[in-house]
Every structure is written in structure tokens, then in C-alpha cells.
């Protein structure tokens, strides 16, 4: 009698247990489906947001930069900063430089390829 007053003790705070389990695993899914939703409306604003920026910008400059974004893990445009081209760290010479800072043109880094901009 008593195993079986023990196995039914064991049950209940097994019991306990998975309640617990479940209201946790209930209150953290509520949390990542509410974080989904915000990261979701948080990705329409930057889509509408960049579809915004990106209108006025040149259909061929747009597809370059898309093509060097692919090609460059994502980042195609690179500061110049302390002489050198900010994302693979080349120095760049003075005319490239002022080139960056004042083209009409895209100037593109002669290392890594990115185009540069100076501010
Ligand atoms: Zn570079």
C-alpha cells in the first residue's frame, strides 16, 4: 500500500511539474509570437523605407550596388576613413580619395571593389 500511496505522490509532482513546463513554454511562446509580429511590422517599415530611398537612385547604379552587395557579403559601399578604404583597410591614394569625396561617378575601392564614399 504504501508503493502505491509513494507512486501516486510521484505522479502528482510529476504532474505539478509538467504544468508548470506547459505554462512556461505557453508565456514564451506568447513572447516570440508577439516579438514575430513586431519584427514583422518593423520589416515593412524598412522595406517601405528603403523602397523610398532607393526610387530616385539610378537604375543602373541600383543594380550595381545590388550585384556588389551579393558579391560582398552584404556590405557594397565603403567608407574612406584615415586614408583607407574602411572595409578591407587599403589604403587609398590622395586622388581616389578626393574622387570619393566629390564624384559624379561611382569610385570603387581597388581591393575589395566596394564603391567608396568620403563624407
Ligand atoms: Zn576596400
Same mark, same amino acid.
Given at each position: 500500500m504504501l508503493r502505491v500511496e509513494a =507512486? !501516486? =505522490?510521484?505522479?502528482?509532482s510529476v504532474?505539478?511539474?509538467?504544468?508548470q513546463i506547459q505554462t512556461r513554454l505557453s508565456d514564451e511562446n506568447k513572447k516570440l509570437i508577439a516579438d514575430q509580429e513586431s519584427l514583422s511590422r518593423d520589416l515593412a517599415d524598412l522595406q517601405a523605407e528603403r523602397n523610398a530611398t532607393i526610387s530616385p537612385v539610378d537604375t543602373v547604379i541600383l543594380k550595381t550596388y545590388e550585384?556588389?552587395?551579393k558579391q560582398r557579403r552584404g556590405l557594397a559601399v565603403a567608407e574612406v576613413s584615415e586614408? =583607407?578604404?574602411r572595409a578591407c583597410g587599403t589604403t587609398l591614394n590622395a586622388a581616389l !580619395? !578626393?574622387? +570619393?569625396?566629390? +564624384?559624379?561617378?561611382?569610385?570603387?575601392c581597388p581591393s575589395c571593389g566596394r564603391i567608396l564614399y568620403a563624407g
Open positions: =507512486a !501516486q =505522490a510521484d505522479l502528482l504532474l505539478d511539474d509538467l504544468k550585384t556588389l552587395r586614408n =583607407a578604404c !580619395q !578626393q574622387s +570619393a569625396r566629390h +564624384a559624379t561617378e561611382l569610385v570603387y
